[in-house]
């Protein structure tokens, strides 16, 4: 199975998010994690990919270039620990999954690839590859 968030801390976002080593990091960066329910709905959705078998999605600031692990099976939010995601108010934003049978498809057929060939992003696919 391709990675997420999940099978890569053992934790849910929201404990990800209370965890000693993400509020350290972040408090390092002087950066304030909100709670889950603050959610930047008015910023355009980031897209959810998957690079080297694992999901992530881009910050939402494109200056910014971090990435962080996306939660497969939700929430579907995203908050840079980079650069708290000032350019949305330090808010959370939408994340854009493909519907869970897509999802399992573009799983399915990466699962025989080598790790490093383990990538998709939303604009392949579209034509039923
Ligand atoms: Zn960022």
């Known amino acids: ?40 709905e008015d910023a355009p959705p980031v897209l959810a990919f998957v690079n080297y078998g694992h999901w992530k999605a881009f910050c939402p600031n494109p200056a910014c270039g971090g990435a962080e692990d996306i939660w497969r099976e939700g929430p579907w939010l995203l908050f840079c620990l980079r650069c708290g995601n000032r350019a949305v108010g330090g808010r959370w934003v939408l994340v ?27 604009t392949e696919g579209e034509d039923g590859a």
């Open 1 to 40: 199975m391709i990675g997420d968030g999940r099978s890569i801390t053992g934790l849910s976002l929201d404990q990800w998010t209370k965890a000693v080593v993400v509020r350290q990091i972040a408090s390092q960066r002087r950066i304030k994690i909100p709670p889950l329910t603050s959610i930047a």
């Open 96 to 122: 854009t999954m493909p519907e869970p049978a897509e999802r399992d498809a573009i799983e399915e057929r990466l699962a025989p690839l080598h790790r490093h060939e383990q990538n998709w992003e939303a």
